[in-house]
C-alpha cells in the first residue's frame, strides 16, 4: 500500500489544518482541483467571441499554448471563488461570483500532465469587450490574449489546438448559453 502526505504550497494553508500535519499519512492519493473560466463577449451583431489566454513559456504544462483563464483552487476557497480569483489574476476581470455559471466538472484521468487534475468549469457572459491584463504579480503566467470567433475559431475549426480538454470545455459552454 502506498502512503501519501499532505501538500501544502504555504504555511497558512498549513495553519488551517493543524491536525493534519507530518504525522497524518493518507492512504490514498488526494486529486488537485483546478478551475476554468469561458469567457463569452456577445455583441450586437450575434458574433460570440471567447477569450484564450495564451501560458506564458515558464507554466509547467501546456506552456505557449492557447488555453482558458484558470487555475488552481486555493485550500480556503470554493471552486467559484477560485474561478472569479484566477479570471481577476490572469485577465483583470472582476465579476460577482452569481455571474459564473456552473458549466461542468472535467475529471479525466490523463487530462493534464502534470497529475491527477480535476477541473470545473465556469461561464460569464460580458457584452463589452473589455481591457484584459493580467493583475500585477502574474505577468508571467499570461503571454497574450485574444477573443477567437466561437464559431469560425472554435466549433467550425478542425485545426483547433487548445491546451487540456478546453476546447470541449468552450463546446459544452456553448450548447448551454441557450439555456
Known sequence: MTLYKPYFENDKQEQMFPAIGDEFIYQYARPSVTTDVVVFLEQ??????????????????????????????????????????????????????????????????DRDKRGRVITVAYT???????????????EEEVSEYKWANLYKDIINNSDCELAFDHEQIIKDAYEQMGT
Open 124 to 138: 460569464v457572459r460580458i457584452h463589452k469587450k473589455a481591457e484584459v491584463r493580467p493583475t500585477e504579480g502574474f
Open 44 to 109: 450586437l451583431n450575434e458574433e460570440v467571441e471567447v477569450l484564450l489566454i495564451k501560458r506564458g513559456d515558464k507554466t509547467e504544462a501546456c506552456a505557449s499554448m492557447w488555453a482558458l483563464p484558470g487555475g488552481y483552487m486555493e485550500i480556503d476557497e470554493t471552486t467559484r471563488v477560485a474561478a472569479a480569483r484566477e479570471l481577476l489574476e490572469e485577465t483583470g476581470l472582476n465579476v460577482y461570483l452569481n455571474e459564473l455559471k456552473l458549466v461542468g466538472v472535467y475529471d479525466k484521468v
